[in-house]
T-cell receptor, first 110, second 113 residues
């Protein structure tokens, strides 16, 4: 079945540094979604990418979808303590089924 | 807009006991999902409903897990009998049609002892 791999598993940064997490799928995706889960919380939808090569920005967050629609990245510029949490990518397959990666836990040192 | 409601928030049971979780999705959302999230891992899909029909239950351990969404609105997930490895957070999510982002509930944290 479809597998979604995410790296790194953990990332610790100093406040103000940049952060990037990468996502790779074993199969071509119909779309990719990104979620953020704060410690003790539930996943919160951030964005969906659908088109090959698509790039979307949300303030300090930049999301990219690869040309082959098998990989994606999330880049945060100048991290803040409010960015702390686990970032999940989720690959969309048939019947709108989402397969989540294991996530990247981001911690930020103030 | 009210979010996805789940109850209970926490549950502790002994192995071999049964347990049930309830979910009420956002009004009008046709698609409802149950996910299992083990500590340190990403959510794993257990079952997907479109209205009151099952779209995908390929990863649902059907010998012990069951779920229903009889009227196409709220849903229950049951485990009987529970095993130690069922300890996890059970998340319910909904979306208007299946396409687009999901809205997750706060989840039920299950501990099996």
């Amino acid at each position: 079945g479809q597998q979604v791999m995410q790296i790194p598993q953990y990332q610790h940064v100093q406040e103000g540094e940049d952060f990037t997490t990468y996502c790779n799928s074993s199969t071509t995706l119909s779309n990719i979604q990104w979620y953020k889960q704060r410690p003790g919380g539930h996943p919160v939808f951030l964005i969906q990418l659908v088109k090959s090569g698509e790039v979307k920005k949300q303030k300090r967050l930049t999301f990219q979808f690869g040309e082959a629609k098998k990989n994606s990245s999330l880049h945060i510029t100048a991290t803040q303590t409010t960015d702390v949490g686990t970032y999940f990518c989720a690959g969309g397959g048939s019947n709108y089924k989402l397969t989540f990666g294991k996530g990247t836990l981001l911690t930020v040192n103030p | 807009e009210a979010g996805v409601a789940q109850s209970p928030r926490y549950k502790i049971i002994e192995k071999r006991q049964s347990v049930a979780f309830w979910c009420n999705p956002i009004s009008g959302h046709a698609t409802l999902y149950w996910y299992q999230q083990i500590l340190g891992q990403g959510p794993k899909l257990l079952i997907q409903f479109q209205n009151n029909g099952v779209v995908d239950d390929s990863q649902l351990p059907k010998d012990r897990f069951s779920a229903e969404r009889l009227k196409g609105v709220d849903s229950t997930l049951k485990i009987q009998p529970a095993k130690l490895e069922d300890s996890a957070v059970y998340l319910c999510a909904s979306s208007p049609t299946g396409a687009g982002g999901y809205t997750f509930g706060s989840g039920t944290r299950l501990t099996v002892v």
